[in-house]
Nanobody, 119 residues
Framework: QVQLVESGGGLVQAGGSLRLSCAASRSIFSINAMGWYRQAPGKQRELVAA???????NYSDSVKGRFTISRDNAKNTVYLQMNSLKPEDTAVYYC?????????????WGKGTLVNVSS
């Protein structure tokens, strides 16, 4: 089992920055991959950024060059630094972890944190 707790969302003007945090309940070394997804009103949840335990990262085209995913192993925390925010980045952002449980790869989710970008 992995519990995930997000923080750092809020209201920001377009062009501003926010940093989201996701604290995991166990060592992130034991987690295969962690990432951030978002869901805007009326839209499907989409991948924003992800990183594997080996350190490779990938980003959606819409956030490349503006968002950066990183981690602090000692704090079991993954971050999403969001710069040059746009109104279309407004969404609930969810932390995701993929970890094995009983030999099956399972998705774990946080409860989400709201990011609201005003124009």
């Amino acid at each position: 089992q992995v519990q995930l707790v997000e923080s750092g969302g809020g209201l920001v003007q377009a062009g501003g920055s926010l940093r989201l945090s996701c604290a995991a309940s166990r060592s992130i070394f034991s987690i295969n991959a962690m990432g951030w997804y978002r869901q805007a009103p009326g839209k499907q949840r989409e991948l924003v950024a992800a990183m594997t335990s080996g350190g490779s990262n990938n980003y959606s085209d819409s956030v490349k060059g503006r968002f950066t995913i990183s981690r602090d192993n000692a704090k079991n925390t993954v971050y999403l630094q969001m710069n040059s925010l746009k109104p279309e980045d407004t969404a609930v952002y969810y932390c995701n972890a993929k970890a094995y449980s009983d030999y099956r790869l399972v998705d774990y989710w946080g409860k989400g944190t709201l990011v609201n970008v005003s124009s």
